[in-house]
């Protein structure tokens, strides 16, 4: 047994850190919030091979018809554990197939699929995406906006902002939201899915672990508050805003927004649960635990997607009274 190689000099935290392949400061903080098992668990997850997951973006036919097409390149494929829309591979390749290369495949984790979800992106709705690249919410979002709707797809980083297609109603903007955004129009919807430590991704990006460091996660919670700040700047009254990351960190997560609404007294939180009737028609029944919080938390372990968090904010409109 791997126990047997455990020096008896070495302490039990070190160990596991070397057992579970995680470095130790991360294994005890997770160790410190969820309990040991848990924590363990959730180490174990992420050393398994991640599946693929994809959403259908047809833009001839119906999902049907691309599904038999998928069949017929001998793709395997079941449906998502928790989104309607969302598909697991089982079996093959579709990078290969000429779905894919038109983008009528999206490669894309369930949990990441469910976030515009929560952006409640109507027809006609004006969108922004802060920190768009690589474009998989953006390009969800503008096919709900429809033709009289806008997405503004933003990046700091010129080469991923040139891989999101810029078409139809999809616009591409290069700038940092850490500095006033220069826009003239207010949006009805903004997601801002911020640059984040990546902890919920362990299982696709394992090398992110071991450069990691603490100093690491508070200075992205600092970076994460800014862009909020700005984005709320932009955001008209009676509109909704979305804050989400890959991470698993609490500094990141309910600490930010617990910080954006102590200094942004014009919005509120909306709770997942509040909303749950308008998502449940997205959802399989398997996905109603999951709207039954106050944000949207998913784990690798407990529900196999990555691990992401999702708040809702509501801009109180001009005629509102604050809290």
Same mark, same amino acid.
């Given at each position: 047994?791997?126990?047997?190689?455990?020096?008896?000099?070495?302490?039990?935290?070190?160990?596991?850190?070397?057992?579970?392949?995680?470095?130790?400061?991360?294994?005890?903080?997770?160790?410190?919030?969820?309990?040991?098992?848990?924590?363990? @668990?959730?180490?174990?997850?992420?050393?398994?091979?991640?599946?693929?997951?994809?959403?259908?973006? /047809?833009?001839?036919?119906?999902?049907? @018809?691309?599904?038999?097409?998928?069949?017929? #390149?001998?793709?395997?494929?079941?449906?998502?554990?928790?989104?309607?829309?969302?598909?697991?591979?089982?079996?093959?390749?579709?990078?290969?197939?000429?779905?894919?290369?038109?983008?009528?495949?999206?490669? =894309?984790?369930?949990?990441?699929?469910?976030?515009?979800?929560?952006?409640?992106? %109507? #027809?006609? &709705?004006?969108?922004?995406?802060? &920190?768009?690249?690589?474009?998989?919410?953006?390009?969800?979002? $503008?096919?709900?906006?429809?033709?009289?709707?806008?997405?503004?797809? &933003?990046?700091?980083?010129?080469?991923?902002?040139?891989?999101?297609?810029?078409?139809?109603?999809?616009?591409?903007?290069?700038?940092?939201?850490? %500095?006033?955004?220069?826009?003239?129009? $207010?949006?009805?919807?903004?997601?801002?899915?911020?640059? &984040?430590?990546?902890?919920?991704?362990?299982?696709?990006?394992?090398?992110?672990?071991?450069?990691?460091?603490?100093?690491?996660?508070?200075?992205?919670?600092?970076? %994460?508050? %800014?862009?909020?700040?700005?984005?709320?700047?932009?955001?008209?009254?009676?509109?909704?805003?979305?804050?989400?990351?890959?991470?698993?960190?609490? #500094?990141?997560?309910?600490?930010?927004?617990?910080?954006?609404?102590?200094?942004?007294?014009?919005?509120?939180?909306? /709770?997942?649960? $509040?909303?749950?009737?308008?998502? =449940?028609?997205?959802?399989?029944?398997?996905?109603?635990?999951?709207? #039954?919080?106050?944000?949207?938390?998913?784990?690798?372990?407990?529900?196999?997607?990555?691990?992401?968090?999702?708040?809702?904010?509501?801009?109180? $409109?001009?005629?509102?009274?604050?809290?």
């Amino acid at each position: 047994e791997l126990a047997s190689l455990r020096p008896p000099s070495m302490p039990e935290s070190e160990w596991l850190a070397v057992e579970y392949s995680h470095p130790r400061w991360l294994l005890e903080r997770w160790v410190a919030r969820y309990g040991r098992p848990a924590a363990l @668990e959730l180490a174990r997850a992420n050393n398994q091979v991640p599946a693929t997951f994809l959403r259908l973006n /047809p833009t001839g036919g119906t999902e049907a @018809e691309l599904e038999e097409h998928l069949r017929h #390149e001998e793709i395997e494929i079941r449906p998502g554990k928790f989104l309607k829309q969302c598909r697991a591979v089982v079996h093959g390749n579709v990078t290969r197939t000429e779905a894919y290369r038109r983008g009528e495949i999206v490669l =894309q984790d369930e949990a990441s699929q469910m976030v515009a979800h929560l952006v409640d992106v %109507q #027809e006609g &709705c004006r969108v922004m995406d802060l &920190c768009a690249a690589p474009g998989n919410k953006s390009l969800q979002m $503008a096919r709900w906006a429809g033709r009289a709707g806008l997405v503004v797809a &933003c990046d700091i980083h010129f080469h991923r902002l040139a891989a999101v297609p810029g078409l139809g109603n999809l616009r591409r903007v290069l700038l940092d939201g850490r %500095q006033p955004l220069p826009f003239g129009m $207010a949006f009805d919807r903004i997601l801002v899915d911020a640059p &984040c430590s990546g902890t919920g991704t362990l299982r696709r990006h394992p090398e992110i672990k071991w450069r990691l460091t603490l100093d690491d996660v508070q200075s992205l919670a600092e970076k %994460q508050l %800014q862009l909020l700040g700005n984005a709320a700047a932009v955001l008209s009254g009676g509109g909704r805003m979305v804050y989400s990351t890959c991470s698993l960190e609490e #500094e990141e997560n309910q600490g930010v927004v617990g910080k954006f609404l102590a200094c942004h007294p014009e919005f509120r939180l909306l /709770p997942l649960r $509040a909303d749950a009737a308008r998502l =449940q028609p997205f959802f399989h029944p398997s996905g109603s635990s999951i709207l #039954e919080a106050d944000f949207l938390e998913t784990s690798p372990a407990r529900d196999g997607a990555d691990g992401f968090f999702a708040a809702i904010f509501l801009k109180l $409109a001009e005629s509102e009274p604050r809290a």
